[in-house]
Structure formats: structure tokens, C-alpha cells
């Protein structure tokens, strides 16, 4: 350490160190009204200064990899990706990383190793917590996380993540696409209305003929997104029952749906329906929702599944979804081209409708053969 005289009258201590990724030096100064002499108290403690500033500024250096655990990198990280999704994504990545911070959150990002996670996963699956699916979103936002530590830390942890695996245990048995035949439906909407649950009936009416989804059905106001003299409804928003708020579609576009004359007049019955309910029940009249509960919100989904499961007689899983699949196979059995379909259910890639398109042209081939087979004209 040395000392040198300022034109204010006070002094500057100063002192070198090594800057780890320069190799250069640099130094470091304090500006104090006294000048120590060498070996005395004032001196001694201007040098611990000196050194404790020195130190932190390298500390800045070796934070990065001796310091950091799991939990500050995904505290991080998710400050950036919050900004890239939907908040009902992030809310559900925020659950996710919630189990990892649990679990591995206190561990040095430096020290992990591939078996950490490799044991973490098992361990998830083996108890039963979680899903093959759950865990597989969370390996997502491992690896992503990983990468986040090189480009940001310098860690780099490449190799732990090549040699990350999800053991292949608690899978859930996918349900294939599968839809509805038209006697089916009539069963499934005859139910609904033996029953009572008018409202849901038209529901099911509405989306096996449109093929929109529950969420974005639920979203439509009758004011703003009907118009009836094109038949034309827009899609402008879908509604998140974890979050309980209305947010964008799940592509993110609105996009223009059509219906037939019989779909007009079962909309109209419900916007009857739905103004008689706003009345009685003194809801906010300010809100055109097509479809509402006694409180004014959206009809929550896993009530009408409920009712869907009782339905009798069908030999296949009934979920709101299954309406959206049931309208693909009824608009491929009239000959609508697979472009014109997309755009009606508001799918980026055709992956479910080719899959849809196979079954039920697999049909059709089976429906050939057998009466070829019993063909006979002489």
C-alpha cells in the first residue's frame, strides 16, 4: 500500500491486485483526511479496507462458480422467461420450480452432477408424485436452466446435461384422438338435456359443430364477437381456470369461426338464457358472456366433465375435449379440406387433424370392405 497527496489537502491510499481475467493489474484506493505513518493503527486499518474492498471485486469473479446455488440460478432465470410466456405458463413452470428448489434449490450449481437429477426424477416417479409428463416439464426447465449458467455464469455444465435422463416409469396411458359418432353425440347432448342441463347441451352443440375449445367457448361475448348476418364468431380470447382470467388464445392470433343456421339458434337460445340469468341473479350487466354461472363467471370446466362421465352407454373417456375431436371427424366425413379445418379450430401444424383424418379413413376402408365383400349383382 502507498499513499499520495491530493490538491484537496487529503490523501489517497491505494493498493494493486490482479484482475483474474485480464492478468493485468489494477489497483484500488481509499481517500482519507490523515496520513498514516507506516505500521500504525490508522495504517493498518486503511490496508484491511484496502484488502476487503479488493476482495469484494474478485468476489464479483468467483460468485459466479463458487457461490451460486440451483435456487439464485432459477430465481434468475425465471426473471427473464417471465417476460417470454403466457402467465399461465409461467405460473405452472413456477410450480415446477418450487419441487426443484425443494429438492435440489440449496445445492452449488458447481458441485451438481447428472446422478443429482437423475435420482430426483426416479424418486418423483417411484413415489408416485408425479406423472412421466410432470417430470418431463420439469427436466425442460433444467436443461434450459443449464444453459442460462453458461451464457450468464460461466458454468459450464454441458456434460450434466447430456447424461440427463426421466426413467420411463408412471407414464399415463395417452389418450389416442378420439371422437364421437353422430349417435353418439345425439346420445351424449339427449343426456344432458333428460337431465336438465340445458346449458350444457348447447354447449356440446356449439363446439362439436365449431370445433373451438371449452376455454375459448366460455370466452365469447355475445355482443362483441357474433355476428349473424355472415354467421361468423371471433375467437378473441380463452379463459384459464388455474389463474381465473381471461388471457389470449392459445396461439396467441384471434382468428374468425363460422357456424350453421341450426348452431344461430342454439346461440340465440342461450343468449336468452343468459340475459334471464343476469336478471335473476342481479349479475354485473355489463358482462355479455355467452355462457355464465350463478356467479356471473364462466362455467367451471371440471363441472360439466363431471356430468359428461356420467353420460351412459359410450365406451370411450367424455371430456369438453372430445367435442373439438368430434368436429374434425364430422367436417372429414363432408369432404372440408384439412386447410379449412385448421383454420376453423385454430391449430398451428395439422398434427391432430392428419391423426384424426387416418381413423377415419381407416373407417371408411373397413366400411368399403365389408360391403364389397357382400356386393353382389348377379
Given at each position: 500500500?502507498?499513499?499520495e497527496n491530493e490538491?484537496?489537502?487529503?490523501f489517497?491510499?491505494?493498493?494493486?491486485?490482479?484482475?483474474?481475467?485480464?492478468?493485468?493489474?489494477k489497483?484500488?484506493?481509499?481517500t482519507?483526511t490523515?496520513k498514516?505513518t507506516?505500521g500504525?493503527?490508522?495504517?493498518?486499518e486503511?490496508?484491511m479496507?484496502?484488502?476487503?474492498?479488493?476482495?469484494?471485486?474478485?468476489?464479483?469473479?468467483?460468485a459466479?462458480?463458487?457461490?451460486l446455488?440451483l435456487?439464485?440460478?432459477?430465481e434468475n432465470w425465471?426473471?427473464?422467461?417471465?417476460e417470454t410466456?403466457?402467465?399461465?405458463t409461467?405460473?405452472r413452470?413456477?410450480?415446477n420450480?418450487k419441487?426443484?428448489n425443494?429438492h435440489?434449490?440449496?445445492?452449488l450449481v458447481?458441485?451438481?452432477e447428472?446422478?443429482?437429477?437423475?435420482?430426483?426424477?426416479d424418486k418423483l416417479?417411484?413415489?408416485?408424485?408425479h406423472?412421466?409428463a410432470?417430470v418431463?416439464?420439469?427436466?425442460?426447465?433444467?436443461?434450459?436452466?443449464?444453459?442460462h449458467?453458461?451464457?450468464?455464469?460461466?458454468?459450464?455444465k454441458s456434460?450434466?446435461?447430456?447424461?440427463?435422463?426421466?426413467p420411463?416409469?408412471?407414464?399415463?396411458?395417452k389418450?389416442?384422438?378420439?371422437f364421437?359418432?353422430?349417435h353418439?353425440?345425439?346420445?351424449v347432448?339427449n343426456?344432458?338435456?333428460n337431465k336438465?342441463?340445458?346449458?350444457?347441451?348447447r354447449m356440446v352443440?356449439?363446439?362439436?359443430?365449431?370445433?373451438?375449445?371449452?376455454?375459448e367457448?366460455?370466452s365469447?361475448?355475445y355482443k362483441?364477437?357474433i355476428n349473424f348476418?355472415d354467421?361468423s364468431m371471433?375467437?378473441?380470447k380463452?379463459?384459464?381456470?388455474?389463474?381465473?382470467?381471461?388471457?389470449s388464445?392459445?396461439t396467441d392470433?384471434e382468428?374468425i369461426?363460422y357456424f350453421?343456421d341450426?348452431?344461430?339458434?342454439t346461440?340465440?337460445k342461450q343468449m336468452?338464457?343468459s340475459?334471464?340469468?343476469?336478471?335473476?341473479?342481479?349479475?354485473?350487466r355489463?358482462t355479455?358472456?355467452?355462457f355464465?354461472s350463478?356467479n356471473g363467471?364462466?362455467?367451471?370446466?371440471?363441472d360439466f366433465?363431471?356430468?359428461?362421465?356420467?353420460?351412459p352407454?359410450?365406451?370411450?373417456?367424455?371430456?369438453?375435449?372430445?367435442?373439438?375431436h368430434?368436429?374434425?371427424?364430422?367436417?372429414i366425413?363432408?369432404g372440408m379440406?384439412k386447410e379449412?379445418?385448421?383454420?376453423q379450430?385454430?391449430?398451428?401444424?395439422?398434427?391432430?387433424?392428419?391423426?384424426?383424418?387416418s381413423h377415419?379413413?381407416?373407417?371408411?376402408?373397413?366400411q368399403?370392405?365389408?360391403a364389397?365383400?357382400?356386393f353382389k349383382?348377379?
Amino acid at each position: 500500500m502507498w499513499i499520495e497527496n491530493e490538491p484537496s489537502g487529503k490523501f489517497k491510499y491505494r493498493e494493486t491486485y490482479t484482475d483474474p481475467l485480464t492478468g493485468k493489474n489494477k489497483t484500488t484506493s481509499l481517500t482519507y483526511t490523515k496520513k498514516a505513518t507506516r505500521g500504525s493503527k490508522l495504517w493498518n486499518e486503511m490496508a484491511m479496507k484496502l484488502q476487503q474492498k479488493i476482495d469484494d471485486k474478485l468476489s464479483e469473479y468467483n460468485a459466479n462458480s463458487d457461490n451460486l446455488t440451483l435456487r439464485e440460478l432459477l430465481e434468475n432465470w425465471l426473471v427473464g422467461y417471465e417476460e417470454t410466456v403466457k402467465r399461465s405458463t409461467y405460473l405452472r413452470t413456477i410450480t415446477n420450480v418450487k419441487t426443484l428448489n425443494k429438492h435440489l434449490g440449496d445445492y452449488l450449481v458447481e458441485k451438481l452432477e447428472a446422478y443429482h437429477f437423475n435420482r430426483f426424477y426416479d424418486k418423483l416417479l417411484t413415489d408416485k408424485t408425479h406423472k412421466y409428463a410432470s417430470v418431463q416439464q420439469i427436466h425442460s426447465i433444467v436443461k434450459r436452466v443449464m444453459i442460462h449458467a453458461y451464457k450468464y455464469y460461466g458454468i459450464d455444465k454441458s456434460e450434466l446435461s447430456r447424461l440427463l435422463e426421466v426413467p420411463n416409469k408412471n407414464v399415463s396411458k395417452k389418450d389416442e384422438y378420439k371422437f364421437l359418432e353422430r349417435h353418439e353425440l345425439k346420445q351424449v347432448i339427449n343426456y344432458l338435456e333428460n337431465k336438465d342441463k340445458l346449458m350444457y347441451a348447447r354447449m356440446v352443440q356449439i363446439m362439436a359443430n365449431c370445433g373451438m375449445r371449452y376455454g375459448e367457448l366460455v370466452s365469447v361475448d355475445y355482443k362483441e364477437d357474433i355476428n349473424f348476418q355472415d354467421n361468423s364468431m371471433v375467437i378473441r380470447k380463452t379463459y384459464n381456470f388455474d389463474t381465473n382470467e381471461f388471457t389470449s388464445t392459445k396461439t396467441d392470433r384471434e382468428r374468425i369461426i363460422y357456424f350453421s343456421d341450426g348452431v344461430a339458434k342454439t346461440i340465440k337460445k342461450q343468449m336468452q338464457h343468459s340475459q334471464l340469468r343476469t336478471i335473476k341473479h342481479n349479475l354485473n350487466r355489463e358482462t355479455n358472456l355467452l355462457f355464465t354461472s350463478v356467479n356471473g363467471r364462466p362455467p367451471l370446466i371440471t363441472d360439466f366433465n363431471r356430468w359428461l362421465g356420467r353420460v351412459p352407454g359410450i365406451d370411450k373417456r367424455i371430456t369438453t375435449h372430445i367435442f373439438r375431436h368430434t368436429f374434425i371427424s364430422l367436417a372429414i366425413e363432408q369432404g372440408m379440406s384439412k386447410e379449412l379445418i385448421q383454420q376453423q379450430v385454430g391449430h398451428v401444424d395439422n398434427k391432430m387433424i392428419d391423426t384424426i383424418y387416418s381413423h377415419v379413413t381407416a373407417g371408411r376402408t373397413e366400411q368399403q370392405k365389408k360391403a364389397m365383400l357382400d356386393f353382389k349383382i348377379v
